[in-house]
């Protein structure tokens, strides 16, 4: 020893340490995410929602939530997500909203994977909401062709070419359809090509728009797939008709989109050159034209080739990385790279929380999903978010629905373990720890808080209210020794309301049971009630109670009630002289007042007996 | 991800430890000009708070090496050791408001002084408080000692309850803060003496029966000298976790084997050791261990003047993920450079789009 050694200490979210070669402090603060702009309310939102589910999941139990109630809790959680990246829109914060809209773009993804698509189906029509949720144009553009009406320019026209190859990409027909007729000049507008060719062009938009039109749907939950498949063949098929017959010649923009709905290279081909689409949305064109009951499992395969063909296969970005492992089933490295590119459990949590929930892998087999990581990915995940908002003072409390959520013996001991961690700073929060302590059955942490407020009031000099937390803590030797200073350094004045309580509570200490015989003495001296008075003083003195150090205010008592020349019945007299002389003893009074009240009781004595002789009917 | 500020400590020499409070409100520091300081923190305890020095005082006649708060509940209590081959016990103590209606004054008095040590008393610690007012210390000349304190009320009456011989000079202490009823209370001791092939770590547990301290374990792959170490606290685990300061720095998992065969009265105990993390990030000597409140994050400091931060994943594999530099920059942290992620979706990306409302679903509230 003797080195510089680097010492620290961390609390919470600060770090303090030692400088080498120096005697000065370093204090390093680290950012709690809970201090960042917005982050206060999005917390509180997903704590509410995870409550929810857990609600769900009780009511539910052992049955697994219903996948429509886990798919709408999911969409509660990315409500939420949004409505961050618009405040940080809001403000200007472009860079921190394009990472929450990236979580949430790969949430949605997952979503679809684990939580509402099923695994047997297609998985076709999550994703046209997926592309479109994210990447449709329609309400940037849309506005401007309205401005523009009736008379669109080219520049315009163009533009709404693009968002109808876009609904087409999309595998959103029918909104292509609605913008077709947009894309026809006016008869007699200059820009036209001449009265003829909008009139065949009207003629091919009609064409066109049915074929748009009667692209087969399917819907996950009413349709039979197998119907939806025929149906789809015999629309390509037209599709190809069309093409065949070529009823769009002369038209490039009609053509090309009936190359794509024919699903052949040639369009696809020309759809990449556009430059209009992100892999996302080829992949989705993909799956919409050439294999549209693909399954969730099968989805990695055609997103590898995708990938591969636009150039990103060395070098996925993490984003695309976490939706392969999603494709995978791979829910443990889906959390483990979106960990790496947000530290923060937050998802992790909130996600594996909705996929323990629903709980329907269990049933699937073609899966890869390791159902058993699940259960303890969850909880290790609730221990980590858990602390993390425990740990910040000001909203510790959101903290504790969380652990609750644990099996147990893990709950009461995480709770245990954090609320021990919370300095009470007032009178609510300290009884908001009580109820906490109460509703999880923390006896010691119940023992330690109320100890530890007691102690807090009683350095403050709070006798009164130190008294009550040390009871309320079951504290003998700390309820004691309250009770002295009280009855010693206090003028033992004890408000009515404390009074109540100490007479309500459990005794926790024979102090306790003195203070309160002893305060009922005062009372009855204050209302001169002076025999009852008597009475519970030679009671308290039978009981053995008093201590020492309060002798000689008993005395005093004594002596006032000397003054008033109170008469004490026979077993009084006895006991008061027993008192007087063996207990206290003449070391405790002076000589005056020992011999004043000797005499008192000696007399009363005297007089006790001279009545009782006079009342005694003779004997012969 | 974090701000960094100089606090000038107005120690006259270099700083051995420091000690934040249950709260992290508070903040003791010791150092070889023999004086112990309290701290208080001003503010919200986040980037803008402050510390200031509340108490400063002559604790030992020679270099303070630890300084140690006890749990709240039995006050403002803290314990100290020292070169002087003693410890001392000090608690806060109010005096009397102001007659101006000020504020009430504290200050610290010193409640006992244990001197039952040979030489430097390197480490002390407080039990966890459901053992009562008990307090561990370990010294150069091999010797645990446990101290308790029979009645909280009165801090001035110690009795030394258990001295434990272990044969090596001691570097460090740490009592185990496992919950209650579950597990015996368990100490870990630890070396810096340099002996070759010796091992440095030593585990005991408290016998009910034998009523004493028995030893359980000795950690045979930890040889080299031992600077720090530091118990989790084991939530719902069926072992403990040790953190281990040395050359690198080592999670050990000590998973007790509970044995239901009682030989003639006797309680066979073994613990399996696994050293389930050794971390060389550090590059250099690891100085101290930490652990959080949950057990959830470890923290340590090392030669290379930075404090890293680790956390365990649920397959329990460790990883760095904070790098704190003492001199206040941030060390690269590849996460930083991860968290950006770069935007390749279109213009469209981000569109004003009706999100939903909490509340909106029906038949879920």
């Known amino acids: ?620 | 991800m974090f701000v960094a500020r100089g606090v000038t400590s107005g120690h006259k020499d270099l700083i051995h430890d420091v000690a934040f409070d249950f709260y992290g409100t508070r903040m003791a520091t010791c150092s070889s000009d023999q004086t112990v300081r309290i701290w208080e923190l001003h503010g919200e305890a986040s980037t803008t708070a402050n510390w200031s020095c509340t108490a400063s005082w002559k604790a030992h006649s020679g270099s303070v090496w630890k300084v140690t708060w006890s749990n709240p509940e039995f006050g403002q209590v803290i314990a100290t050791c020292s070169f002087d081959r003693s410890a001392a016990v000090w608690q806060e103590v109010v005096g009397k408001a102001n007659v101006g209606g000020g504020a009430s004054t504290t200050h610290w008095v010193r409640r006992t002084t244990l001197v039952d040590s040979r030489a430097s008393v390197t480490d002390i610690k407080f039990a966890p408080h459901h053992l009562g007012l008990v307090l561990a210390t370990c010294s150069g000349d091999g010797f645990v000692r446990i101290y308790e304190a029979p009645d909280i009320m009165n801090l001035t009456q110690w009795s030394l309850q258990y001295e434990i011989k272990v044969k090596m000079p001691l570097s460090c202490i740490s009592w185990n803060p496992t919950y209650p009823r579950q597990f015996a209370p368990m100490i870990a001791v630890a070396s810096d003496d340099s002996t070759q092939d010796v091992p440095k770590v030593m585990i005991y547990e408290y016998d009910e029966n034998l009523r004493r301290w028995v030893h359980s374990e000795s950690l045979k792959n930890i040889c080299d000298p031992v600077n720090d170490i530091s118990f989790a606290a084991n939530l719902g685990r069926s072992y403990h976790l040790l953190g281990v300061a040395g050359k690198d720095l080592k999670v050990v998992s000590l998973e007790p084997q509970s044995d239901e065969e009682e030989d003639q009265g006797q309680r066979a105990h073994g613990i399996k050791v696994k050293t389930i993390a050794e971390c060389c990030d550090h590059n250099s000597t690891v100085w101290r261990v930490a652990w959080n409140v949950t057990g959830t994050i470890l923290a340590s400091s090392g030669d290379d003047g930075c404090v890293r931060l680790w956390k365990g994943n649920y397959m329990g594999n460790w990883r760095c993920v904070t790098v704190l530099r003492s001199d206040g920059t941030l060390a690269t942290d590849k996460l930083a450079s991860a968290a950006a992620v770069s935007e390749s979706i279109p213009d469209g990306g981000f569109l004003d789009q009706q999100f939903m409302k909490l509340g909106a679903i029906a038949g879920l509230k």
């Not at chain 1, 921190?96 to 297609?122: G, H, K, M």
């Not at chain 1, 997103?303 to 829910?331: C, N, Q, W």
């Open chain 1, 1 to 620: 020893m003797g080195l510089q050694t680097l010492a620290f200490d961390i609390s919470g979210s600060q770090v303090v340490v030692t400088r080498p070669n120096s005697s000065e402090l370093g204090q390093l603060s680290l950012k709690h995410f809970a201090d960042e702009p917005f982050m206060r309310n999005f917390i509180v939102s997903s704590a509410e929602v995870f409550v929810l589910a857990q609600k769900q999941f009780k009511s539910c139990y052992p049955d697994p939530v219903p996948q429509t109630t886990i798919t709408a809790l999911s969409q509660m959680y990315r409500g939420i997500i949004l409505e961050l990246v618009q405040n940080l829109k809001d403000v200007g914060d472009l860079e921190t909203a394009s990472l929450y809209s990236n979580l949430d773009f790969v949430w949605n993804f997952c979503e679809i994977i684990f939580l509402s698509s099923n695994p047997d189906l297609p998985v076709l029509p999550y994703l046209i909401d997926w592309v479109r949720i994210n990447f449709d144009q329609s309400s940037k553009i849309l506005p401007e062709v309205q401005q523009e009406l009736p008379d669109l320019g080219q520049q315009c026209i163009d533009k709404v070419w693009k968002l109808i190859y876009t609904h087409v990409f999309h595998g959103r027909t029918r909104e292509a359809a609605k913008l077709l007729p947009f894309v026809n000049p006016r008869h007699g507008n200059s820009n036209s090509n001449g009265t003829g060719s909008s009139a065949s062009l009207k003629n091919k938009i009609d064409l066109m728009t049915e074929l748009l039109e009667k692209k087969p749907r399917y819907n996950p939950r009413t349709g039979s797939f197998t119907d939806f498949e025929s149906s789809w063949e015999s629309w390509r098929e037209e599709c190809v008709n069309r093409l065949d017959q070529r009823v769009f010649y002369g038209n490039e923009q009609l053509t090309f989109i009936c190359h794509v709905l024919c699903g052949n290279d040639e369009g696809f081909i020309e759809a990449r050159s556009k430059n209009l689409l992100t892999w996302y949305e080829y992949l989705v064109m993909l799956i919409n034209y050439r294999f549209p009951v693909v399954r969730p499992s099968a989805l990695k395969g055609y997103a590898r080739k995708v990938v591969t063909e636009f150039g990103l296969g060395d070098s996925l970005e993490p984003r695309d990385i976490i939706l392969f492992h999603a494709m995978e089933y791979d829910i443990v490295n889906v959390l483990k790279e979106i960990q790496t590119v947000w530290n923060n459990p937050w998802y992790s949590i909130h996600f594996v929380d909705l996929i323990f929930a629903g709980g329907k892998f269990s049933e699937v087999t073609d899966v890869r999903i390791d159902y058993s990581s699940v259960p303890p990915l969850r909880a290790h995940f609730i221990i980590d978010y858990g602390t993390t908002i425990m740990e910040h003072k000001p909203i510790w409390q959101i903290g504790v629905p969380y652990f609750e959520a644990l099996e147990e013996p893990l709950r009461r001991q995480l709770i245990g373990k954090c609320i021990e961690r919370i300095n009470p700073k007032t009178e609510m929060e300290a009884q908001k720890l009580v109820q906490i302590a109460g509703k999880f059955n923390l006896a010691d942490e119940l023992h330690g808080i109320c100890r530890k407020v007691a102690v807090d009031k009683l350095q403050c000099g709070q006798m009164q209210n130190a008294l009550l937390w040390a009871i309320k803590a079951g504290d003998n030797p700390l309820t004691t020794h309250i009770v002295d200073q009280i009855l010693f350094e206090g003028d033992c004045q004890i408000e009515p309301s404390l009074l109540e309580s100490l007479r309500n509570a459990i005794p926790c200490s024979d102090r306790l049971v003195f203070l309160s015989g002893f305060c009922d003495f005062r009372k009855l001296m204050d209302k001169h009630d002076y025999p009852n008075a008597v009475g519970k003083l030679c009671q308290l003195i039978k009981e053995d109670m008093i201590p020492k150090r309060i002798h000689h205010k008993i005395i005093q008592h004594l002596i006032t009630l000397a003054e008033k020349n109170v008469k004490f019945r026979a077993n009084e007299t006895t006991i008061l002289m027993e008192f007087v002389h063996m207990q206290v003893g003449l070391s405790k009074i002076t000589p005056e007042d020992f011999t004043r009240l000797n005499v008192l009781l000696v007399c009363n004595r005297a007089q006790e007996i001279l009545t009782m002789f006079n009342n005694k009917p003779f004997k012969q």
